[in-house]
């Protein structure tokens, strides 16, 4: 069957994408072999936040939506907030008109697509001139650390957690485990987080080392520098030791359970093998992600991706604009651009940063990864990975530094609570290039921010804005 625009993958990406380019008046079809709004919505990302919003509301004491300490509580929140959240992308997409075809799709050529309904089923042939890869990320795992369904669980399974363990191995320290970590801790868990390397790697490192120190205050016992190389389930294990971690410098933990966060991979899995020289073309050198242009376009024409398909980092935000780009370029309206964007841990405190951060990661920025193949446009990939420091050698270095702090505003005079601080560094001329931010609501007060650094607003210039009185917002103007 013949459309404009065929789209893989329902997540962030897929669904900016496909809603746009019908509401554009192209006949389009989206393929997902997932329920309606991808792995975002049925994996990973809500999930965790329904049980972030479950373990920050026990321990204010507040009402929260149905949720509470009661693990099968929360997992049943999880359900709902999974089929509320279902139902609304189908209805989005199809009022776009938007066809949604359900089944594993495989490219077998630019443009070409078979879709594998069911077993016994004929594959569905789909072609159209313009094909947008967006099947987002898959977990990674290995042969000896891996879920197995019951005793180690990984986020997708966290809807059907029948209770809280007593004791939890958190293997990884990124976002995942750190967020799943809190939560986990602040509902009851003596929870032990095993990482490599310091805990989220890839943010501003004074204030992860506060987001470390406050993980320990909630309970949680970090051990870092040694990699772990199996967990395992022990068999008629007692209480809390019916799971054991082994690392690679030989050391041992054991738990009731164990969580597996140990990062994440783009899925390329929908190219067919006869299809192999054409996922060569279009990936970078390593063969795990598709680079592209500032407005979606790939090494190959016609062939389009966006959001977890191009490379870390593996955020929503990134992945909706990405979604956005790749559907004007289609239609003809593309506005080549890379903004900065927010990545944040949404703990409480929150952490947070955007643009170029001192001592941050090759991450910061949230822009898409370099390398790889030139774009059909003739272009290399948008973004690039800035070096360790986080600061791009191709940009005018921060020369000042801004600090403030949540104490001096009137909201939390009022509310009382954690104190945060916002920090930012602008040029000589006062042009933001980058900001972090450690404490409640810290995503929330980077969004001024970030307007002002993609719009080429100055510091000054922002700190002169009369915001509402009194919100976090006065941060920026004390």
């Not at 013949?2 to 380019?21: T, V």
């Not at 697509?113 to 990320?137: C, F, K, N």
């Not at 389009?304 to 604009?321: H, I, M, V």
């Not at 530094?401 to 949540?406: A, G, N, P």
Request: proline share 8%.
């Amino acid at each position: 069957m013949n459309y404009d625009a065929i789209i893989l993958g329902s997540g962030p990406a897929g669904f900016e994408a496909a809603r746009r380019l019908a509401a554009g008046g192209l006949r389009t079809a989206l393929v997902t072999a997932t329920p309606a709004g991808g792995r975002t919505t049925v994996g990973s990302l809500l999930p965790s936040k329904v049980w972030l919003h479950a373990a920050h509301h026990q321990l204010s004491g507040a009402p929260s939506g149905g949720t509470s300490g009661s693990s099968g509580t929360t997992a049943a929140r999880v359900r709902e907030a999974i089929a509320s959240r279902v139902r609304y992308t189908e209805e989005t997409l199809r009022h776009a008109g938007v066809e949604i075809i359900s089944g594993t799709a495989s490219v077998t050529a630019p443009g070409e697509v078979s879709v594998a309904a069911g077993a016994g089923e004929e594959p569905r042939r789909l072609s159209a001139p313009a094909l947008v890869i967006a099947t987002g990320s898959e977990p990674l795992f290995t042969p000896t650390v891996r879920p197995d369904g019951a005793r180690i669980i990984a986020p997708r399974l966290t809807k059907d957690l029948p209770e809280v363990p007593e004791s939890l191995l958190m293997v990884g320290g990124g976002i995942t485990g750190v967020e799943y970590g809190e939560a986990f801790a602040l509902l009851g868990s003596h929870v032990t987080l095993l990482s490599a390397r310091e805990i989220v790697p890839a943010f501003y490192r004074p204030y992860a080392e506060l987001l470390a120190e406050h993980l320990r205050n909630a309970g949680v016992t970090i051990e870092t520098g040694d990699r772990v190389a199996s967990v395992e389930s022990i068999e008629d294990g007692e209480p809390g030791r019916r799971v054991r971690a082994r690392t690679e410098n030989g050391a041992e933990y054991h738990a009731d359970m164990a969580f597996i966060a140990t990062g994440r991979a783009a899925d390329l899995t929908a190219f067919s093998p006869e299809a192999g020289a054409l996922l060569q073309r279009l990936t970078d050198e390593t063969g795990r992600f598709i680079p592209v242009d500032g407005n979606g376009r790939s090494a190959v024409p016609g062939i389009y991706a966006c959001g977890d398909a191009t490379g870390p980092p593996f955020t929503a935000n990134r992945a909706l604009w990405q979604g956005r780009q790749a559907a004007a370029t289609i239609l003809g309206a593309a506005d080549s651009a890379d903004p900065a964007l927010i990545e944040a841990i949404f703990t409480d405190p929150q952490l947070a940063q955007i643009g170029h951060v001192p001592h941050g990661s090759s991450a910061a920025g949230g822009k898409a990864p370099a390398g790889g193949k030139a774009p059909a446009g003739g272009k290399a990939p948008a973004g690039g990975n800035a070096p360790a420091d986080g600061i791009s050698p191709t940009e005018t270095p921060p020369v000042q530094e801004h600090r403030r702090s949540w104490e001096s505003t009137m909201l939390h005079t009022i509310h009382g609570g954690n104190p945060g601080e916002l920090t930012l560094w602008t040029t000589a001329s006062g042009m933001i290039r980058g900001a972090a931010a450690f404490g409640p609501g810290a995503a929330e007060i980077l969004a001024p921010v970030q307007l002002a650094i993609n719009r080429g607003i100055s510091w000054r210039d922002l700190t002169a804005v009369p915001f509402a009185y009194p919100t976090l917002s006065e941060v920026i103007t004390s």
